[in-house]
Nanobody
Framework: QVQLVESGGGLVQAGGSLRLSCGAS????????MGWYRQAPGKQRELVAA???????NYADSVKGRFTISRDNAKNTVYLQMNSLKPEDTAVYYC?????????WGKGTLVTVSS
């Protein structure tokens, strides 16, 4: 079973930046979509950003213009560059890969933005 591992979370002051990475434990052929989700305390998990195999991106309105998703297909890795972070961005961030009708989730990385 393929496992996804996120990294790059941490504590940052408001206005700062972080870059999250997510890689797979094994090579996956033809990943359809890679995405980032987040879940803040007491809230439901929500989509932050996603990218299709063709490079089409989708962002939550709350992060447009501040976050950028990118992917390295050869490395089965997805990144999330987060700039101008706000306290309301504090959450556990999860990556998800979708391929061949399957979804795989990482265990999450905590991002804390202090005011």
């Amino acid at each position: 079973q393929v496992q996804l591992v996120e990294s790059g979370g941490g504590l940052v002051q408001a206005g700062g930046s972080l870059r999250l990475s997510c890689g797979a434990s094994a090579l996956i052929f033809k990943i359809n979509a890679m995405g980032w989700y987040r879940q803040a305390p007491g809230k439901q998990r929500e989509l932050v950003a996603a990218m299709s195999s063709g490079g089409i991106t989708n962002y939550a309105d709350s992060v447009k213009g501040r976050f950028t998703i990118s992917r390295d297909n050869a490395k089965n890795t997805v990144y999330l560059q987060m700039n101008s972070l706000k306290p309301e961005d504090t959450a556990v961030y999860y990556c998800k890969f979708s391929w061949s009708g399957m979804d795989s989730w990482g265990k999450g990385t905590l991002v804390t933005v202090s005011s």
